[in-house]
T-cell receptor
């Protein structure tokens, strides 16, 4: 069974602070994908990143960075110099890789989300 | 480019009434999904489809039916609505090769009284 845990229900920071959102996952699959999604107040979910379990290199995209550590089953997300526009609910998610899913029995498991509020 | 469009955006039903949510995507995606989002529960998969004419159950399929008669459309039906089905419903689609990279619609808020 797959499980994604986002222990932080809510986080509040002041603009320009750095903030890290934690994600811990459980899976029996040897290969899998990890994701982060953003849900701003408007409601629509937006895909941010996909990481293959083969690739443990950290990734940076502007003010966003992701730290994938297979040894601790974690895929944490850091926002540097946070801005008010970063205020949103952030979801971590997990899916089996194509081969493990059998090509059709696919399932993306979401965590319960972390509400990030960035105050001016 | 509209992406994923859901209709209606809002609906209020009485217990026992039926309704259908329509999802349309114009990206030629093979996979389509229906999720529900409830406070403190995150997103839970109701049903999904890996191609035209095929559907499969997700985590919470009871009380819902789906159909995918055309590749671009995925319908979610409630035959006899219950208050427990009050939720925000999201449709999403993806390419087969990138099945975790979902494109979401704006959501449909359903209230069952």
């Amino acid at each position: 069974a797959q499980k994604v845990t986002q222990a932080q229900t809510e986080i509040s920071v002041v603009e320009k602070e750095d903030v890290t959102l934690d994600c811990v996952y459980e899976t029996r699959d040897t290969t899998y994908y990890l994701f982060w999604y953003k849900q701003p107040p408007s409601g629509e979910l937006v895909f941010l990143i996909r990481r293959n379990s083969f690739d443990e290199q950290n990734e940076i995209s502007g003010r966003y960075s992701w730290n994938f550590q297979k040894s601790t089953s974690s895929f944490n997300f850091t926002i540097t110099a946070s801005q008010v526009v970063d205020s949103a609910v952030y979801f971590c998610a997990l899916s089996p890789s194509w081969g493990n899913s059998g090509g059709s029995n696919y399932k993306l498991t979401f965590g319960k989300g972390t509400l990030l509020t960035v105050n001016p | 480019n509209a992406g994923v469009t859901q209709t209606p955006k809002f609906r209020v039903l009485k217990t026992g009434q039926s309704m259908t949510l329509l999802c349309a995507q114009d990206m030629n995606h093979e996979y389509m999904y229906w999720y529900r989002q409830d406070p403190g529960m995150g997103l839970r998969l109701i049903h999904y489809s890996v191609g035209e004419g095929t559907t499969a159950k997700g985590e919470v399929p009871d009380g819902y039916n789906v159909s995918r008669l055309k590749k671009q459309n995925f319908l979610l039906g409630l035959e006899s609505a219950a208050p427990s089905q009050t939720s925000v419903y999201f449709c999403a689609s993806s390419l087969r090769e990138f099945h975790g990279e979902l494109f979401f619609g704006e959501g449909s808020r359903l209230t069952v009284l």
